[in-house]
């Protein structure tokens, strides 16, 4: 008996202690309902001032979401490199912003609730609506809409119907899939990539390949084996994604100026009977330009994010290579000055004559270079009364960089070119931010891309137009008075770069990006231009920038940029092409 009843005792123990415990337990919870409710009862102070704080921070939480992905964006499309967002894309970072938001919402809401006693869903409505206004701005539909409202608005002196001769480069582009072509010519990425001036050998065009594309930079040089050159040609010709267009600088910008500038062109450069037939009827060909075979180059294109071996593309982009006896001596510069001189006894006078093609001249000796360059100059100061415009391109060799430097630039009105371009340009020639200028550049510096223009204008007195163009945004660089149009020129060149490089006549905001910098300067910070240098911020709705330096004004656009790209080739002669278009020198 005893044993039982101290059982029943032991019993009896364990379950007041539980009792006890579950009674304390609840009695905690309770406590703690009862404290926050307490705290936070409807329409108490406490919950009116909760609810004010959780209304003034959740829009600072949704800008901040928002500022997070236009980072996102801007890293995806400069380079594809995502490291410093764990990896993230601008897509996933939106999927877990909005669920952050909502939640925010929903707490948001309940606050509210608390403060006023609102049971309907109407701040976290409110708060989800405003979560889809924070992340899915418009930015590119206003950018779109106020670039082409510029880009009409061009002054009565500007001809509707302008004459260009154009010269001195043309081919025929063998375009392929750089991959592609890489697995049939059984090649991998180069361990040790690097630039080449000229591509003299398999392993050169493998590792300056490797270097282009693995920073997704545009490069064109020149081959010197012919025998190994038609052999890459004979592959190519035999790919899935072979096709031929028009090539060559000069030719690429006569078909944009008849097809969609409305302009009478005079194309003075060596013509096959396979190009004839690609270029618009519009063009004019002198009968020298008329030669019994074309001259073909390869173009290599590859897609953003495309892979070969271990190297992946940053953007879409295209590397070219040629063995271009004709162009590579700039034999049409010949027969310029004749066909501008012959334009104007036809009561044709050109508004302006277009010199493009220098870049050829990398295949050649120094004083074939020279030789050449002379020549081109002869040739520009015989034209009467036109604007002058030499179009850059691609070109690694210094040498030849600054001899068209120090023999040609001083003998034109206006260029043409992009960051790489202009960088060489620069550094060649001593100009400023040499520590900037002497490395590959993937996404250039607003400041100092202005900087570089302001020296270039101020050192080339004759030079009174630059139109820069890169990825992101185009510069437009003009001395006072000298040309009209200038915003309409820029804006009329940065819709022509978006729809051409997705291939269509009507573009869609929705199929482009806009990863221009949210906030820039004008200048690099120094003693000088003090307003200049101050950071200032980009607004989608008003994207167009102008500014006065010395005796030069300046316009800054942004680039829609395409996110799935289907033209590289002939991007930046359109651009050229589409600004002189829109614009009227006075001499």
Same mark, same amino acid.
Not at 282 to 306: C, F, M, R, W
Not at 429 to 444: E, F
């Given at each position: 008996?005893?044993?039982?009843?101290?059982?029943?005792?032991?019993?009896?123990?364990?379950?007041?202690?539980?009792?006890?415990?579950?009674?304390?337990?609840?009695?905690?919870?309770?406590?703690?309902?009862?404290?926050?409710?307490?705290?936070?009862?409807?329409?108490? +102070?406490?919950?009116?001032?909760?609810?004010?704080?959780?209304?003034?921070?959740?829009?600072?939480?949704?800008?901040?979401?928002?500022?997070?992905?236009?980072?996102?964006?801007?890293?995806?499309?400069?380079?594809?490199?995502? =490291?410093?967002?764990?990896?993230?894309?601008?897509?996933?970072?939106?999927?877990?912003?909005?669920?952050?938001?909502?939640?925010?919402?929903?707490?948001?809401?309940?606050?509210?609730?608390?403060?006023?006693?609102?049971?309907?869903?109407?701040?976290?409505?409110?708060?989800?609506?405003?979560?889809?206004?924070?992340?899915?701005?418009?930015?590119?539909?206003?950018?779109?809409?106020?670039?082409?409202?510029?880009?009409?608005?061009?002054?009565?002196?500007?001809?509707?119907?302008?004459?260009?001769?154009?010269?001195?480069?043309?081919?025929?582009?063998?375009?392929?899939?750089?991959? =592609?072509?890489?697995?049939?010519?059984?090649?991998?990425?180069?361990? #040790? +990539?690097?630039?080449?001036?000229?591509?003299?050998?398999?392993?050169?065009?493998? =590792?300056?390949? #490797?270097?282009?594309?693995?920073?997704?930079?545009?490069?064109?040089?020149?081959?010197?084996?012919?025998?190994?050159?038609?052999?890459?040609?004979?592959?190519?010709?035999?790919?899935?994604?072979?096709?031929?267009?028009?090539?060559?600088?000069?030719?690429?910008?006569?078909?944009?100026?008849?097809?969609?500038?409305?302009?009478?062109?005079?194309?003075?450069?060596?013509?096959? +009977?396979?190009?004839?037939?690609?270029?618009?009827?519009?063009?004019?060909?002198?009968?020298?330009?008329?030669?019994?075979?074309?001259?073909?180059?390869?173009?290599? =294109?590859?897609?953003?994010?495309?892979?070969?071996? $271990?190297?992946?593309?940053?953007?879409?982009?295209?590397?070219?290579?040629?063995?271009?006896?004709?162009?590579?001596?700039?034999?049409?510069?010949?027969?310029?000055?004749?066909?501008?001189?012959?334009?104007?006894?036809?009561?044709?006078?050109?508004?302006?004559?277009?010199?493009?093609?220098?870049?050829?001249?990398?295949?050649?000796?120094?004083?074939?270079?020279?030789?050449?360059?002379?020549?081109?100059?002869?040739?520009?100061?015989? %034209?009467?009364?036109?604007?002058?415009?030499?179009?850059?391109?691609?070109?690694?060799?210094?040498?030849?960089?600054?001899?068209?430097?120090?023999?040609?630039?001083?003998?034109?009105?206006? %260029?043409?070119?992009?960051?790489?371009?202009?960088?060489?340009?620069? $550094?060649?020639?001593?100009?400023?931010?040499?520590?900037?200028?002497?490395?590959?550049?993937?996404?250039?510096?607003?400041?100092?891309? /202005?900087?570089?223009?302001?020296?270039?204008?101020?050192?080339?007195?004759?030079?009174?137009?630059? $139109?820069?163009?890169?990825? #992101?945004?185009?510069?437009?660089?003009?001395?006072?008075?000298?040309?009209?149009?200038?915003?309409?020129?820029?804006?009329?060149?940065?819709?022509?770069?978006?729809?051409?490089?997705?291939?269509?006549?009507?573009?869609?905001?929705?199929?482009?990006?806009?990863?221009?910098?949210?906030?820039?300067?004008?200048?690099?910070?120094?003693?000088?231009?003090?307003?200049?240098? #101050?950071?200032?911020?980009?607004?989608?709705?008003?994207?167009?920038?102008?500014?006065?330096?010395?005796?030069?004004?300046?316009?800054?656009?942004?680039?829609?940029?395409?996110?799935?790209?289907?033209?590289?080739?002939?991007?930046?002669?359109?651009?050229?092409? /589409?600004?002189?278009?829109?614009?009227?020198?006075?001499?």
């Amino acid at each position: 008996m005893r044993r039982v009843t101290a059982q029943g005792s032991l019993h009896a123990m364990d379950s007041r202690n539980n009792t006890a415990t579950r009674s304390k337990t609840g009695s905690s919870r309770a406590w703690a309902r009862g404290s926050f409710s307490g705290v936070l009862k409807r329409g108490s +102070p406490a919950a009116m001032q909760w609810s004010t704080i959780a209304a003034a921070a959740w829009p600072a939480m949704a800008m901040s979401c928002a500022s997070i992905l236009d980072r996102l964006q801007q890293d995806h499309s400069f380079n594809g490199r995502r =490291e410093q967002f764990g990896g993230w894309s601008r897509e996933r970072g939106s999927f877990f912003c909005f669920l952050f938001l909502c939640g925010g919402a929903m707490l948001t809401d309940w606050f509210f609730k608390m403060a006023v006693g609102v049971k309907t869903k109407l701040a976290a409505a409110i708060s989800v609506a405003l979560a889809f206004a924070f992340l899915n701005v418009p930015s590119a539909t206003q950018t779109l809409r106020a670039l082409r409202e510029a880009a009409s608005q061009t002054s009565p002196e500007t001809p509707q119907q302008q004459r260009f001769v154009v010269g001195v480069n043309a081919a025929v582009d063998l375009i392929v899939s750089a991959t =592609e072509l890489m697995r049939a010519l059984e090649m991998s990425p180069s361990p #040790t +990539p690097q630039d080449h001036a000229q591509l003299n050998t398999p392993e050169a065009l493998r =590792e300056c390949l #490797t270097h282009h594309m693995s920073l997704g930079i545009a490069g064109e040089r020149w081959m010197g084996d012919i025998a190994y050159f038609q052999y890459v040609v004979s592959v190519a010709m035999k790919l899935k994604s072979a096709q031929f267009s028009i090539g060559g600088n000069a030719a690429l910008m006569s078909q944009h100026l008849v097809a969609k500038e409305n302009a009478k062109v005079s194309l003075v450069a060596a013509v096959g +009977p396979r190009l004839r037939q690609y270029l618009p009827a519009g063009i004019t060909l002198p009968n020298a330009s008329l030669v019994a075979q074309d001259e073909v180059h390869l173009i290599l =294109e590859y897609a953003k994010n495309e892979k070969w071996g $271990h190297i992946q593309a940053g953007r879409a982009n295209r590397f070219i290579f040629s063995h271009d006896d004709t162009n590579a001596a700039m034999r049409p510069v010949d027969w310029l000055s004749s066909a501008a001189c012959h334009a104007s006894e036809e009561s044709d006078t050109p508004d302006t004559v277009v010199v493009a093609g220098m870049h050829m001249l990398e295949g050649q000796t120094a004083a074939i270079r020279e030789q050449r360059v002379e020549a081109l100059r002869d040739a520009i100061a015989a %034209i009467p009364r036109a604007a002058i415009h030499a179009e850059l391109a691609s070109i690694a060799d210094t040498t030849l960089i600054s001899l068209l430097h120090r023999r040609l630039l001083d003998s034109v009105d206006s %260029i043409g070119l992009n960051e790489q371009e202009l960088f060489a340009l620069s $550094h060649a020639a001593n100009g400023p931010h040499m520590s900037i200028t002497s490395k590959p550049v993937t996404v250039p510096q607003i400041a100092v891309v /202005a900087d570089i223009l302001h020296w270039l204008l101020s050192s080339l007195p004759r030079l009174s137009r630059i $139109h820069f163009h890169s990825l #992101t945004f185009h510069i437009m660089a003009v001395r006072r008075g000298a040309w009209s149009d200038p915003v309409a020129a820029a804006s009329r060149a940065s819709i022509v770069a978006s729809e051409r490089a997705c291939d269509t006549h009507a573009l869609n905001a929705d199929n482009v990006d806009l990863p221009i910098a949210r906030s820039f300067r004008l200048h690099v910070p120094d003693d000088t231009e003090r307003e200049l240098s #101050t950071k200032r911020a980009f607004d989608p709705s008003d994207p167009i920038l102008t500014w006065h330096r010395d005796d030069y004004v300046f316009v800054l656009v942004p680039v829609l940029v395409c996110r799935s790209p289907v033209k590289t080739v002939g991007l930046g002669d359109a651009i050229s092409a /589409a600004g002189l278009a829109r614009m009227h020198f006075r001499p």
